[in-house]
């Protein structure tokens, strides 16, 4: 009876530890995220549309997390880093030219002020995500982390049209990339020459495409040449090379 009765108060202390876990471990899943945050990472994409309109590539980059935050984009490939994300802003379209603004920023583009879509937020164990809509052009998946200096953006990834069509998601190319090899530190940032002459960074890692056979890659080797993919989605979900051509370019591109 003495075991007997060890042994069933053992049980129930188990199964109490049970329940308790079970509606602990919930609210360890996820973070409350008060007005103020919300407000705060809304805010923080009409920062970054401002930035961007006006080529403030300086005060664009400090939207990001400090060393890893990052924007992905089909083209632009992943752009981790305050150096890159500057980098970026010089050399889009609309800001080649621009007049530079106080401390260092570039300022006054062509483009008209950008529209900041409404982001929806939801929260996470170790921040928020964020959707935003873009209409035809596709939309924005954002992850959102506080830092000392307030929400910032931990990732920010363009799906465009033609990605939601193909029922492309962040998932899908972030696979993609990896699988790739962006992560083994093979690939360098391309940098192409402007009608003025001008060399502008133009993608990190693996620019990524859409073709009839599946998504294209061209990735950049540091040790000279590129690499041209083709991925296809396996019957599990994953993605594997259909084909993986090396190309020796005849005029070394510029890779840093």
Not at 29 to 41: C, G, N, P, V
Not at 154 to 162: E, L, P, Y
Not at 183 to 208: H, N
Request: contains cysteine.
């Amino acid at each position: 009876m003495i075991n007997g009765g060890r042994v069933l108060k053992r049980s129930v202390l188990l199964a109490t530890m049970g329940i308790v876990l079970a509606q602990v471990t919930p609210s360890r899943a996820q973070q409350s995220l008060t007005a103020q945050d919300r407000a705060d990472i809304q805010n923080l994409t009409v920062s970054y549309a401002r930035a961007l309109g006006s080529c403030a590539a300086e005060e664009y980059a400090d939207l990001f997390a400090p060393g890893t935050g990052y924007f992905a984009s089909n083209i632009r490939g992943e752009v981790t880093g305050r150096e890159r994300l500057v980098a970026l802003v010089q050399s889009e379209r609309h800001c080649i030219g621009a007049p530079p603004q106080a401390g260092g920023a570039r300022g006054g583009g062509n483009a008209a002020p950008r529209p900041a879509p409404t982001v929806v937020i939801e929260p996470t164990a170790t921040g928020a995500t964020g959707k935003a809509d873009l209409g035809a052009a596709g939309h924005y998946e954002d992850e959102y982390v506080k830092t000392a200096k307030g929400w910032r953006f931990k990732s920010r990834t363009v799906i465009t049209g033609q990605e939601q069509a193909a029922n492309l998601t962040v998932q899908d190319v972030t696979a993609i990339r990896r699988l790739a090899g962006t992560d083994l530190g093979l690939f360098g940032d391309l940098y192409v020459a402007g009608a003025d002459g001008v060399k502008r960074f133009r993608t990190a890692g693996v620019a990524m495409g859409l073709s009839p056979e599946g998504v294209t890659g061209k990735a950049y080797l540091k040790s000279g040449g590129h690499y041209d993919d083709v991925y296809v989605r396996t019957a599990q979900g994953g993605w594997r090379f259909k084909s993986r051509l090396y190309v020796a370019d005849e005029v070394p591109a510029d890779v840093r």
